[in-house]
């Protein structure tokens, strides 16, 4: 009876990592199907009529090439918020986390309380209040708004307190650092694991971020690839002859994805002391 009852969690298991893994298999397969064998064949059948490559061909060439500076913004919006977003939150965590100042404990709380806001609810209002400098549909109008996360704040908070002890920055202000120099020094290489964790998830949620282009951007040249995509399909009116070129570039966006989080999986793994340094 014992058993039976081990296998379910590992059944659980396979299932749930089959719910994550098919629609990525679809689109592995479905990218080597032509416009025709995209409706015609078994959607987990994969086709080697070369419609694969006819079907970048067609994705890289389309109108004189945009899906390439499609890349480069998404680049720069991920790359560039993750960086941005990642020090901002590492700073404030350390702070929240190590010092105890007036309105300390207000402060985390608005924070926390933030944490709990839709983002869907804050899209207008930043659009209103980006408009109002005129700083709509040009890069800064992704970039900022995007720029202080209160989940990521919370989470270096919390890392913060758990991995960089009081001790080590005591040892540091006998030694003569300053509060800046202790926290490059010592708190931020101690809190690698935490900001390397915040940077993947910025990127992630940047890169895949479509409703604030949407709102902020109508130049079809600084789209992400999310907004360039369904500006894609919405171009046909949803006919079958864009499909392919559009699982094509979902296909290409998720490669990224995939060399970050492999490239990046490592840090995790070291140990909370590791990162100290001397003064």
């Known amino acids: 009876m014992t058993r039976h009852i081990r296998w379910v969690p590992t059944i659980i298991l ?18 080597t199907k032509t416009n025709d064998e995209l409706f015609s064949t078994a959607p987990f059948v994969p086709s080697f009529s070369g419609g ?6 067609a994705l890289f060439s389309y109108n004189n090439g945009i899906f ?15 960086l941005l977003s990642t020090a901002i939150a590492g700073a404030a965590g350390y702070a929240l986390g190590k010092y105890h100042f007036t309105g300390s404990r207000a402060l985390f709380r608005a924070i926390v309380a933030a944490v709990l806001l839709p983002q869907i609810m804050l899209a207008i209002p930043q659009f209103l209040l980006m408009a109002k400098f005129g700083l709509t549909n040009n890069y800064a ?57 915040v ?16 709102v902020m951007i109508s130049d079809d040249h600084l789209y992400p690839l999310t907004l360039g995509l369904y500006g894609l399909m919405i171009i046909t009116g949803g006919q079958a002859a864009q499909y392919s070129i559009v699982i094509a570039g979902v296909l290409v966006s998720i490669v990224p994805l995939a060399i970050l989080f492999l490239s990046l999986q490592r840090y995790w793994k070291i140990d909370l002391l590791s990162g100290g340094v001397k003064l």
Do not use: H
């Not at 299932?15 to 479905?30: D, E, H, R, S, T």
């Not at 694969?52 to 061909?57: H, M, T």
């Not at 908070?157 to 202000?173: N, Q, T």
């Open 52 to 57: 694969f490559f006819s079907n970048l061909d």
């Open 141 to 197: 109008s992704v970039l900022l708004p995007q720029l202080v996360s209160p989940f990521a704040i919370y989470l270096c908070k919390i890392y913060a307190e758990a991995s960089v002890p009081d001790e080590i920055m005591e040892a540091a202000r006998i030694d003569g650092g300053s509060e800046l120099r202790i926290f490059g020094s010592v708190g931020a290489p101690l809190m690698l694991p935490a900001l390397v964790t």
């Open 14 to 31: 396979l299932i749930g990592a089959l719910y994550c893994v098919l629609p990525v298999l679809w689109i592995l397969i479905a990218s």
């Open 199 to 214: 940077f993947l998830l910025q990127f992630i949620g940047i890169w895949n971020n479509f409703l604030l282009p949407f």
């Open 68 to 82: 390439s500076r499609w890349i480069l913004n998404s680049v720069i919006y991920a790359v560039g918020g993750g």
